[in-house]
């Protein structure tokens, strides 16, 4: 339980090694003023709703090297999470390379104006994130990649209380694991004690890949979530009353017979109304992540999905992508990707025999990998020109 109160508070979130290192690399020398933005200021002050990637991009050329942000503050922020609202950043290249710091390069005191009042914050609610989290919070728990087998052997919801068709937060529904009118061979009963938690989903679309058409998954729409409170079994009836011999001799020949009893579950939350047919699939762990922006550190390159949403045609920032690469081809969250424009195919005016030409693709944006399944990740859109659709391709940033 421990473990877990700390992943809870935002300034504990993990550092990686790899970030470690070029960190207390960079912070031996600082960094090359040709990484600089072009019109890097002297000095920054952090303000509420800052991310980290916004302030490197302030400070750097590629947001996503943030590593080397930091790196550059090593003595003075030891903890990237630890920045906050009203924390002043300096620039000092007076020695050739760049170096930011929480101190003033000229070594003088900074003039605080301070007037007389009473507030009480908590220090690691103010702490600044590196990316929006608000953007990506409902998607940490909407979407679901499974296989085809995986969702149609899942618990469904079978029955309403007074044949109610739509159900709502603070109703009850009645659910089965068991198909048939037994146990199949791998089936379990749904019960209280293997976990109680469950989402509920709907209709398993195929996520096609655009480049070669085949099903990388199937994305489960998810509706809400719900709790089982009562175990799903199997009742044994008392044999009927022998009224003839011949009706109760065929039904000692049948064996005894039972009846089913299903699951009972509370809806707790509705994001949609729910109905008869809805799956249920366990409650994972929540992943506390940093989702800390970084450049693969191979080669990586892929389309576009899906943009996630109901008739949606185009993405634009802070908005979310599917794509047709996930964690078997090495996507990690927080791998940022570069996004190209649609390649034009047209015909050369200039020449007479009017040979088609490809033009190449031209960058568009960039996108983050926070959530990777094994063929398909979902990617935020932070930062675009035009619109993103399915089939558009990414890259290396």
Known sequence: MATVAQAQTFPN?????????????????????????????????VKRGDTLWAISGIFLQRPWRWPELWGMNLQDIRNPHLIFPGQILYLDTSSGRAILSTRRPDGGLET?????????????????????????????????????????????????????VLLSRGDRAYARALYGSGQPEGATPLRVADGSQFRVFRNAVPLKDPETGEILGYEAQYVGKAELVRDESLRELAAPAAANTSFFSRAVSRGPQTEIVPATIDITQAKEEMRVGDRLLPEPPRDFSNYVPSAPGSEITGAVVKVYGNAVTFAAQNQVVAINRGSSHGVERGHVFALQRETARLADRTDNSRPMMRLPGERNGLMMVFRTFD??????????????????RFTNP
């Open 112 to 164: 605080v104006k301070v007037s007389p009042r009473v507030r009480a914050e908590s220090l690691s609610d103010s702490a600044i994130p590196p990316i929006s989290l608000q953007a990506i919070e409902s998607f940490l728990t909407e979407p679901l990649v499974v296989d085809e087998a995986t969702f149609s052997k899942a618990p469904r919801i079978v029955a309403t209380p007074e044949s109610r």
């Open 13 to 45: 979130l993990p550092i990686t090694q790899q970030q470690r290192d070029i960190a207390n690399q960079v912070a031996q020398a600082g960094v090359p003023l040709s990484e600089l933005a072009p019109n890097a200021p002297s000095q920054y002050t």
């Open 375 to 392: 063929k398909v990740s979902y990617a935020l859109v932070l930062e675009i020109g035009d619109g993103v659709k399915v089939g558009d």
